[in-house]
């Protein structure tokens, strides 16, 4: 099984400041075949399903807002939130699809400072 | 946008078995997409539990869930079920029905339904 890490735990960011979430993968999960990185972001909000930001590793699902983009290629990524706002209080998680089982990383919670 | 509407609240004894549904939007088509379950347990992360593709039924499931749950649909009614048999403790979490890719398990899942709270307890 592929092992998805993430870091930190949590993060306390003051508001309009930038949040970094870093995640690990414990094998590539890029495919030279069609050169994507099988990797997504969630957002969970509290009593929420999680609600898909970037997937591709770097695109940006419809209607999310441009501050949120993602980096990284191979085994190490970054979801970064740009200038945090209010609305951006929850956990979010990194998810291989490269593979079955599906993994997640173990979530990293957002606060405002 | 497909709406996923996920059946209500169980309460279970340990060794029962649950089924759970989740409705897809009558307009959608079911059959092109692959369609995962993920679960939560209380205040922990997400578990994706397996995959099924409703124009074949082929399943896949992840080895800890093995033997003990089954994904179905009914093409006809757009729905997916969920049964985890033989319950114990440990299975009390919210369980999520979600959309995946066309034609491919390997795909980022894009629409989640609301989440069915299944509790096990004597």
């Known amino acids: 099984d592929i092992v998805m890490t993430q870091s930190p735990d949590s993060l306390t960011v003051s508001l309009g400041e930038r949040a970094t979430i870093n995640c690990k993968s414990s094998q590539s999960v890029f495919y030279s075949s069609n050169n994507n990185n099988y990797l997504a972001w969630y957002q969970q909000k509290p009593g929420q399903p999680p609600k898909l930001l970037i997937y591709?590793?770097?695109t940006r699902e419809s209607g999310v807002p441009d501050r949120f983009s993602g980096s990284g290629s191979g085994t190490d990524f970054t979801l970064t939130i740009s200038s945090l706002q209010a609305e951006d209080v929850a956990v979010y998680y990194c998810q291989q699809y490269y593979n079955t089982p599906l993994t997640f990383g173990g979530g990293t919670k957002v606060e405002i400072k | 946008q497909v709406q996923l509407v996920q059946s209500g609240a169980e309460v279970k004894k340990p060794g029962a078995s649950v089924k759970v549904s989740c409705k897809a939007s009558?307009?959608?088509?079911?059959?092109?997409?692959?369609f995962h379950w993920v679960r939560q347990a209380p205040g922990q992360g997400l578990d994706w539990m397996g995959v099924i593709y409703p124009n074949t039924n082929s399943t896949t499931y992840a080895q800890k869930f093995q033997g003990r749950v089954t994904m179905t649909s009914d093409t006809s009614a757009t729905t997916l079920y969920l049964e985890v048999r033989s319950l114990r403790s440990e299975d009390t979490a919210l369980y999520y029905c979600?959309?995946?890719?066309?034609?491919?398990?390997?795909?980022?899942?894009?629409?989640w339904g609301q989440g069915t709270l299944v509790t096990v307890s004597s």
């Open positions: 591709w590793a770097s």
């Open positions: 979600a959309r995946g890719g066309v034609g491919t398990t390997y795909h980022h899942i894009d629409n």
């Open positions: 009558r307009n959608s088509l079911i059959t092109h997409y692959y």
